[in-house]
């Protein structure tokens, strides 16, 4: 039987739209959330992301403010439009879009984030609140994917969920987000001996590698859940995920199609972080 389709574009555009009419409210009582969206360099798929991200702000009615830098801005530079951003009352969130390019160091650009506009919940602070099990910023792309599994009552308790991908900004996260959840989780990725078995073990399987077709149809459990968070372009232009879709979709129960499942839901999350870390400067009570 052909799978049910996890429309994360109908998902995301729910969220958003909550979102819109609670930023409504919010603006009523002179609170204006306000995301700054930092962009270095022309990688032709980040000048994409973050268009898609303005948008979102645009139609949810979040102030967005744009940095484009040229790709030979120095570390120092960028140190110092954090530094900026961290002290700007109008700015909630930060988000510095990745991979930066070559020569400039990440990891700590991504550190100096003050850790209450860290909404891409990529720092220490967030991460390690996400470990503790305590209130913090949850990484957009992992807790998107946690909102679809939701949104179509795929209850993780009790259920063996594999994640295939060990990355900090994805696969951790999302195993902690599911172990939350009460499933027994695996964590699975590409030195794993004998991985289609693991695989078929899940009852969600959630893959996030970066390699197309990464997952074939017979790696897939029947009656399992699949959530795809790969975003790949084959030598045609297609924009693909990291299962093998039309082979996948005639074993699960669910899966989640590559455009318009994690992408879009990454982006509401960053609505919806964007949106507390507002609240919370404003010294509201939040759910983050
Ligand atoms: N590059 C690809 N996805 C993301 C994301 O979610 N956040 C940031 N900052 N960069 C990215």
């Given at each position: 039987?052909?799978?049910?389709?996890?429309?994360?574009?109908?998902?995301?555009?729910?969220?958003?739209?909550?979102?819109?009419?609670e930023?409504?409210?919010?603006?009523?009582?002179?609170?204006?959330?306000g995301l700054?969206?930092?962009?270095?360099?022309e990688d032709?798929?980040s000048?994409?992301y973050?268009?898609?991200k303005?948008?979102?702000?645009?139609?949810?009615?979040?102030?967005?403010?744009?940095?484009?830098?040229?790709?030979?801005?120095?570390?120092?530079?960028?140190?110092?439009?954090?530094?900026?951003?961290?002290?700007?009352?109008?700015?909630?969130g930060?988000?510095v879009?990745?991979?930066?390019?070559?020569?400039?160091?990440?990891?700590?650009?991504?550190n100096?984030?003050?850790?209450?506009?860290?909404?891409?919940?990529?720092?220490?602070?967030?991460l390690?609140?996400?470990?503790?099990?305590?209130?913090?910023f949850?990484?957009?792309?992992?807790?998107?994917?946690?909102?679809?599994?939701?949104?179509?009552?795929?209850?993780?308790?009790g259920?063996?969920?594999v994640?295939?991908?060990?990355?900090?900004?994805?696969?951790?996260?999302?195993?902690?987000?599911?172990?939350?959840?009460h499933?027994t989780?695996?964590?699975?990725?590409?030195?794993?001996?004998?991985?289609k078995d693991?695989?078929?073990?899940?009852?969600?399987?959630?893959?996030?590698?970066g390699k197309a077709?990464?997952?074939?149809?017979?790696?897939?459990?029947?009656?399992?859940?699949?959530v795809?968070?790969?975003i790949?372009?084959?030598?045609e232009?297609?924009?693909?995920?990291?299962?093998?879709?039309?082979?996948?979709?005639?074993?699960?129960?669910?899966?989640?199609p590559?455009?318009?499942g994690a992408g879009?839901m990454t982006?509401?999350?960053?609505m919806?972080?964007?949106?507390?870390?507002?609240k919370?400067a404003a010294?509201?009570?939040?759910e983050?």
């Open positions: 039987m052909a799978a049910e389709l996890i429309d994360g574009k109908k998902v995301a555009a729910d969220i958003k739209a909550g979102l819109k009419t930023i409504d409210g919010l603006k009523a009582q002179g609170i204006n959330p700054a969206v930092v962009l270095v360099g032709p798929a000048k994409k973050v268009a898609n303005q948008k979102a702000c645009e139609a949810t009615g979040i102030t967005s403010f744009s940095h484009k830098l040229p790709a030979t801005v120095s570390q120092q530079e960028l140190i110092t439009l954090v530094d900026e951003l961290n002290n700007d009352p109008r700015v909630h930060i988000l879009q990745l991979p930066l390019p070559e020569g400039l160091d990440a990891k700590e650009i991504m100096r984030i003050s850790p209450q506009k860290d909404v891409d919940g990529f720092g220490p602070d967030a390690g609140k996400l470990m503790l099990d305590e209130p913090g949850i990484s957009c792309t992992p807790h998107g994917a946690m909102k679809m599994l939701e949104a179509y009552n795929i209850d993780p308790k259920k063996h969920a994640v295939v991908g060990r990355s900090v900004i994805v696969g951790k996260p999302l195993a902690m987000l599911l172990l939350r959840k499933a989780v695996t964590i699975a990725h590409s030195r794993t001996p004998d991985l693991v695989c078929l073990k899940a009852d969600i399987l959630c893959v996030a590698v077709k990464m997952i074939t149809g017979d790696m897939v459990k029947e009656g399992a859940a699949v795809d968070i790969g790949n372009v084959t030598p232009g297609k924009l693909v995920g990291d299962v093998d879709f039309p082979a996948a979709k005639e074993r699960a129960a669910y899966i989640t590559v455009p318009g879009p982006i509401a999350m960053l919806y972080n964007t949106v507390q870390a507002a919370m010294g509201m009570k939040v983050v």
